[in-house]
């Protein structure tokens, strides 16, 4: 399925430590019988997405989940108090896997490892970005925008210029949002967030 000429990348942001969560995010069990972790990287690439997982020091031993055709990037500045090297959070996860990108790509995909999709959700952003080459591609459900974003080349010396102090990715929202090509699905599934443990039960009960 994958090859050296793909050119559709996913970044997974799984460095984080789960605070509120109370256990490591990237093992919790999910559909299919996976961890949330393989099962994000597997829709992605069901999708033809290369994924590109964001792991911690404190967890880099997850690379055993995940599955061939997928990196692994390691964020070291996930372990740091802000500013002692430099970026931290989800941010400094995003610069960390953008350096994993090859010279020539054409869309790259921020997702969460607490944010499961269906690879028919990120299939139709993809499609969407081939016909409409916007700078970023979002879904929505009943008019709120989703995630994940899905964002063309042209965004990533934008991407790369992200930090804490100025809200990350959001300032980039913000500054294209008249650019944002916007697709209404019928789920609410591109709302989910598992942030914490009475959601993530909530969901999985759903299953």
Known sequence: MHD??????????AAGFSTRMGTCKTT???RNNQTLLRYQAEQFLQADI?????LGSHNAHRQA???DGSRV????NSDYPSGTLGERGKTSSIL???????PSFSTVIISAVDQPRSADIYQILLQTYQQEKALITAPCFQKKLGHPLL???QLLPELRKIRESTFGLRQIVQKFYFEIKKIEFATSEVLLDLNTPNRYQLELSKI
């Open 50 to 54: 290369t994924p590109i997982i964001v």
């Open 96 to 102: 960390t896997g953008l350096q994993y990108l090859p």
């Open 4 to 13: 050296g000429n793909n050119r559709d990348y996913a970044l997974i942001l």
């Open 73 to 76: 990037a390691i964020n070291l």
């Open 65 to 67: 989940d995940c599955p």
């Open 28 to 30: 919790l069990p999910w």
């Open 151 to 153: 964002f063309s080349y």
